[in-house]
């Protein structure tokens, strides 16, 4: 073999290593690319989620500022008697018995 012919192969090689080092170049960028748009994504997802978190758990501190006895009733219910008794005192102390 002559030494031309040896450096064109070895030319030719060096080209083909060349375009395929470009051609997977270009895969890996358009792969990160793709990886960094759906990382932006569930990140956007993410956040959404945790101002509904925040909303949900707002809602539960008002309900339970405001309607918290409502579970102390319902463990300790207060008895049909009890009910009819302080309606019954409620209607003694009306404003119109006192005129």
């Not at 707002?58 to 300790?76: D, N, P, Q, S």
Request: aromatic share 2%.
């Amino acid at each position: 073999m002559e030494t031309s012919t040896i450096s064109s192969r070895v030319e030719g090689l060096e080209d083909s290593l060349h375009e395929k080092i470009e051609v997977m170049s270009n895969r890996v960028d358009i792969l990160a690319s793709s990886l960094h748009d759906k990382m932006d994504n569930i990140s956007g997802r993410v956040d959404k989620l945790a101002e509904m978190v925040e909303k949900v758990v707002k809602c539960e501190r008002l309900a339970m500022e405001k309607f918290g006895h409502l579970t102390k009733r319902m463990e300790h219910p207060v008895s049909f008697q009890s009910q009819s008794k302080a309606a019954v005192d409620l209607r003694r102390r009306s404003p119109l018995d006192q005129l």
